[in-house]
């Protein structure tokens, strides 16, 4: 959940701290105090988009804090981005937004993008404001928030159907390419035969063209060679005829006369000369041989050099060296095998095609039955919601049918006899209708709901998909907007009860509503001087926290601004003692149904009892 959040500069709001905890919180003020402020700030720590208007006049930039008692998920972001958490757990984002524009976003300490504190959101909260109800119009969600109501019994089939469509897609992209490219891709086989044709001729072996170069090269100098390697000999051994001593011969009587010296320390180099004598023969015997193999030969020399030709003629064509065209030889058998255009080959991948959309209807056809069911349980769950919220002739049912394919459509999936756009989510179109009452026909959202209505219905569905939904922290601007009197009430109470699954953060102006929270936030305008001669004061706001006490009278005022009379307080407290009992009520008969207790069991008359004292 969110423990706490701080705002600075955004709006009429310079510095401002919330304290949250579980349960409901409400949060009124005046109009224009700047409670939309709060919500915008939750949409800015949720990855939400930044706007430089939204920064407080004369302030450098805005700033907004949130610190989270982090889910696992949340967690195991902050590890992916190298984030840290807290000490006690909670992990702390932030979102700065200056006044030129830019935007900075940090997690746990960290700068990160800002699609990670989206990602987070996904975890951790979710803001619910009247864009939101312009999306419910939307048939791609309503189809999500039916499949989000369904769980795993629709996330399992459409994980399965995903990865058919996926295949199938690949195979029928693969066929359509072998059939109305069969002319281009036959050239293109012939020239990769050909290549290969060409570099099997000649056989390269990998590393063949340096090792040539450098046999090569040898040959080539091989009278020179001889006769450097010759006088290297003739240095160490000396002339035939004794005239010209080499180095050995030399050594040798140099270690004669240290050994017959007799003086020690002239012997102790004996043993260093004879070392001498015998690192200088070696290479004296390693000359001779070197001389043995050298060979002139050139045969052999012209030999190595048409080969290197050979060579030269495929690293002209397909690659710098001799491993580089084996290498272009693998790609091109592998290239190759996929060219088949004969009509085998063809009638394989029609098959497999074919196999791959059977598999593909079994799943969408599983995926629908699954939807269905859950619609049916999502309409009633509904249903009974917006009977509590002063609707009660109405009902919302949710439509599940198949999208029939377009004419000509390339990918079209045959399900119970039908051609079906096989889209990326099912087969299905989801939509829901609303009865609005007795006598009528079901219509669509935008057509049969009005603007209250449509904030009840959003309502009825959270709280219906309130066990279905793992955000902990959710935020609603204004839900109540169009409604009042008895349809006012039952929205605090539905509030009331989502919140005790969730933390939930609502921004109001409806005392029938504020009546029903755990803790009451204010919103409150003030002013401060302008800086220079003639500058007009500028309105500047703080939220703070109301005591018992002090919600009476905020209540009183959010009734008809009747805070100063006893007529109006009275009003406030009979409004609050009202609202406590529905509270207390609600919660202990969904506590009693969490554990499994039938409606007049000794926990629940217990619980009765406590409340008549």
Sequence with gaps: MLAEMRIQGLGVIDDA??????????????????????????????????????????????????????????????EEVGAEADEDGTLIAARTVSSDGRSRAHLGGRSVPIGVLGRLAEAQLAVHGQNDQLRLLRPADQRALLDRFAGDAVAKPLAAYRETRTEWLEVGAELTERRDGARRLA?????????????????????????????????????????????????????????????????????????????????????????????????????????????????RLAGLLARQAELKALTRKYAADTDGVLEWAKDARERLSGLDTSDEALAALAARRDALAADLAGHAEELSTARSAASVRLGEATTAELAGLAMQDASLRVGVARRPAGEGEQHALTVDGRACHAGSSGVDEVELRLVPHAGSSAQ???????????????????????????????????????????????IGRRLARLAAR????????????????????????????????????????????????????????????????????????????????????????????????QPGSGRRKRTGGARKR
């Design 17 to 78: 701290t919330l304290e949250l905890d579980p349960g409901l919180t409400v949060l009124t003020g005046e109009t224009g105090a700047g409670k939309t402020m709060v919500v915008t700030g939750l949409s800015l720590l949720g990855g939400g988009r930044a706007e430089s208007s939204r920064v407080s006049e004369g302030a450098k930039r805005a700033m907004v804090e949130g610190r989270f008692t982090a889910s696992n998920a949340a967690l195991e972001l902050a």
């Design 502 to 597: 969730h933390q939930v953060i609502v921004v109001t102006h409806l005392p029938q509503v504020a009546a029903y929270a755990d803790r009451h936030l204010v919103v409150q305008k003030g002013s401060a001087d302008g800086t220079g001669s003639g500058t007009a004061a500028v309105t500047r706001s703080s939220v703070r926290r109301l005591a018992e006490g002090d919600r009476i009278g905020e209540l009183a005022r959010m009734l008809a601004g009747l805070d100063e009379t006893d007529t109006g307080r009275a009003h406030a407290e009979e409004l609050l003692a009202a609202a406590s009992s529905h509270r207390e009520s609600d919660r202990a008969a969904d506590a009693a149904r969490r554990e499994g207790e």
């Design 187 to 299: 050239q293109e086989a012939d020239m990769l035969r050909h290549g290969l044709a060409e570099i099997e001729s000649v056989a390269p072996q990998p590393g063949e063209d340096r090792e040539l170069v450098e046999q090569a090269r040898r040959l080539a100098a091989a009278d020179d060679l001889r006769a450097a390697a010759e006088a290297a000999r003739l240095a160490l051994g000396g002339s035939e005829d004794g005239d010209s001593p080499g180095a050995l011969g030399l050594c040798g009587e140099a270690r004669n006369l240290v050994g017959a010296s007799g003086d020690g320390e002239l012997e102790a180099l004996d043993s260093r000369l004879g070392e001498a004598l015998a690192v200088l023969g070696d290479v004296a015997a390693e000359l001779g041989g070197y001389l043995d193999r050298l060979d002139a030969d050139p045969e």
């Design 444 to 490: 669509p959202l935008h057509k049969g709901a009005s603007g209250g209505e449509l904030s009840r219905v959003m309502l009825a569905l959270e709280v219906a998909l309130a066990g279905a939904d793992p955000v902990p922290t959710m935020v609603f601007d204004e839900v109540d907007a169009g409604v009042g009197g008895r349809a006012a009430v039952e």
